[in-house]
Nanobody, 123 residues
Framework: QVQLVESGGGLVQAGGSLRLACAAS????????MAWFRQAPGKERELVAG???????LYADSVKGRFTISRDNVKNTAYLQMNSLKPEDTAVYYC?????????????????WGQGTQVTVSL
């Protein structure tokens, strides 16, 4: 069983930055693929970025070059650094984990979820 707790959301002006963190419980964090999803009102939950066991990363086209996902296997924490934020990045951001080597695109591929953290980008 893995428990995930996100932090770092908030209100920021367009062009600003935020860093989200996802703290995971459990002894085998390094054997989980971690991902960040987001869900805006009235929209489906979508993959933002993922990082696998080998620290290979994958990004949605809409965030490439602006967001960076990383992990610290000593601290059992995954991060999402978000730069050059835009109003369309406004959403609830969720951390997710799966005990597999690959980054899954679908929310259904993930076994564990955090409670979500709100990110709001104003003009």
């Amino acid at each position: 069983q893995v428990q995930l707790v996100e932090s770092g959301g908030g209100l920021v002006q367009a062009g600003g930055s935020l860093r989200l963190a996802c703290a995971a419980s459990g002894r085998t964090f390094s054997r989980y693929t971690m991902a960040w999803f987001r869900q805006a009102p009235g929209k489906e939950r979508e993959l933002v970025a993922g990082i696998n066991w080998y620290t290979s990363t994958l990004y949605a086209d809409s965030v490439k070059g602006r967001f960076t996902i990383s992990r610290d296997n000593v601290k059992n924490t995954a991060y999402l650094q978000m730069n050059s934020l835009k109003p369309e990045d406004t959403a609830v951001y969720y951390c997710a984990a799966r005990p597999a080597a690959g980054v899954g695109y679908s929310p259904a591929a993930y076994d564990y979820w955090g409670q979500g953290t709100q990110v709001t980008v104003s003009l």
